[in-house]
C-alpha cells in the first residue's frame, strides 16, 4: 500500500489553520520543527491543562485529501492546512489503519501512528457545519471520527510535497485506531 504527500504545514504558533510550505523536517522524538505541537510532552492545549506531564503522542497530525473532497462537496471552504494538519496525503485510507503502523515519508522520515484526532468544537468557529461532516456512523452505529490520525515521529527527515508514502503493518494482532 502506498501513498502520496500532497502538502505540508507548520505554524509556530497555537491556532487552528496551518499555512502550507514548500518542506516541513519532522526531528525524532519531537514532532514538525517550528510548528506550536512539537515536544516530547502534550501541547494541545485542553491536554495540556489536564496533565502538562503527559507524553505528546500528537507531535504530527495527518488528514487525507479524500477528506477535504468530500466537505468540498458538502459545500465547505477547505484546502490543505486549514483543518490544522501538518501533512495532508492522498491514497491511504489512515483512519482505518491499525495503531503503530509506521508511515515512511520521504526518504528518511518514519511516523508511529498513536491514534485519531478527535475533532473540537473549533472547527465551528472555522466555519460553521463541518463538526458534524468530520463525524459519523459506521453500520453498527459507532461514532466514526474522520478528522485525520496523530502520530509521533520515530525518524527525522525532510517531508514535501509529492513524496511517497511507503506503510509498515505493525505486528498481529492489529488494535484499531482510538482517539488520542
Known sequence: MQGEVLAVCRHPEHGFSKPCTAHITLLAGLGVEGDAHMGTTVKHRS????????PN????????????????????????????????TRGLDLIHLPR??????????????????????QI???????????????????????????????AGGVVRPGDTIRLTLPPLPYHKLERV
Open 124 to 154: 465551528e468557529a472555522f466555519q460553521p457545519g463541518p463538526l458534524a461532516a468530520v463525524l459519523g456512523r459506521d453500520e453498527a452505529g459507532n461514532l466514526v471520527r474522520k478528522a485525520g490520525i496523530m502520530g509521533i515521529v520515530r
Open 100 to 121: 503503530g503502523t509506521v508511515l515512511h515519508l520521504g526518504a528518511q522520515a518514519e511516523v508511529e501512528i498513536t491514534g485519531l484526532r478527535n475533532p473540537c468544537n
Open 47 to 54: 491536554r495540556v491543562r489536564q496533565n502538562p506531564d503527559q
Open 57 to 88: 503522542l500528537r507531535q504530527v497530525h495527518l488528514i487525507a485529501a479524500e477528506l477535504l473532497d468530500e466537505l468540498q462537496q458538502q459545500g465547505f471552504a477547505v484546502a490543505a492546512g486549514a483543518l490544522g494538519e501538518n501533512v495532508t
